[in-house]
């Protein structure tokens, strides 16, 4: 298809990136062993965190993939409605005669 995408799909791809990137961050903390923050209140800043960009990414994800089914079925519905085929007759009709 030739079409746009969707900007949905887009802040899927967004929230996904930023969901990889806080993840990569997490584990380079975790494993750096850093005893600054001995009282694990990175980690649940972090948890929460993750949890919230996994669930906008699954959110997205579901709202992309329903937009597109629906817009799918718009154009497929459009395509086959009676008023955008053209008969046989309409054809004929519009085609330059031999005369």
Same mark, same amino acid.
């Not at 929230?15 to 997490?26: D, E, G, N, P, S």
């Not at 459009?78 to 009709?93: G, I, L, N, W």
């Given at each position: 298809?030739?079409?746009?995408?969707? %900007?949905? $799909? +887009?802040?899927?791809?967004?929230?996904?990136?930023? $969901? %990889? /990137?806080? &993840? $990569?961050?997490?584990? /380079?903390?975790? =494993?750096? @062993?850093?005893?600054? !923050?001995?009282? @694990?209140? *990175?980690? *649940? /800043?972090? @948890?929460?965190? =993750?949890? =919230? #960009?996994?669930?906008?990414? %699954?959110?997205? @994800?579901?709202?992309? &993939?329903? =937009?597109? *089914? +629906? !817009?799918?079925? +718009?154009?497929?519905?459009?395509?086959?409605?009676?008023?955008? *085929?053209?008969?046989?007759?309409?054809?004929?009709?519009? #085609?330059?005669?031999?005369?």
């Amino acid at each position: 298809m030739g079409g746009s995408v969707n %900007i949905v $799909f +887009r802040l899927t791809a967004v929230a996904a990136a930023l $969901f %990889i /990137v806080t &993840m $990569f961050a997490y584990l /380079v903390s975790a =494993l750096s @062993g850093d005893s600054r !923050q001995a009282d @694990g209140s *990175q980690d *649940q /800043v972090f @948890g929460v965190v =993750l949890l =919230l #960009e996994a669930a906008a990414t %699954i959110v997205l @994800g579901v709202l992309a &993939m329903a =937009l597109d *089914q +629906r !817009q799918s079925r +718009r154009i497929k519905s459009e395509a086959t409605s009676p008023s955008r *085929q053209r008969t046989a007759d309409d054809v004929k009709s519009t #085609e330059p005669s031999n005369s």
